[in-house]
């Protein structure tokens, strides 16, 4: 199982980053797939969901406006854009099928930091 997610960093208030996620072609044939966050000390929350089988996406109200969650089949790779980024987005970032359970394999994620 591949869940290489990337492209995380530092980043001012208002700013803007475009996660990567590597996955194993596999993943890609799961009925939905999205984006999750693990802000500090909190649990892990879906953020962003893709459904593989028609495109149609959900986000969740504290990202919803500012993040567009997609796909390219052919590199077999999630990407979420997020833009108007606040410090309460501050958190690692996982991608992974929607029906993970914590148990599950989930990768390093990538730590995305908002801060001033």
């Known amino acids: 199982v591949q869940l290489q997610a990337s492209g995380g960093g530092l980043v001012q208030p208002g700013g803007s980053l475009r996660l990567s996620c590597a996955v194993s072609?596999?993943?890609?044939?799961?009925?939905?797939v999205g984006w999750f966050r693990q802000a500090p000390g909190k649990e892990r929350e879906g953020i962003s969901c893709l459904g593989t089988w028609n495109d149609i996406t959900h986000y969740s109200d504290s990202v919803k406006g500012r993040f567009t969650i997609s796909r390219d089949d052919a590199r077999n790779t999630l990407y979420l854009q997020m833009t108007g980024l606040k410090p309460e987005d501050t958190g690692v970032y996982y991608c992974n099928s929607f029906a993970a359970m914590e148990d599950d394999y989930w990768g390093q994620g990538t730590l995305v930091t908002v801060s001033s």
């Open positions: 072609g596999f993943l890609l044939d799961r009925p939905a």
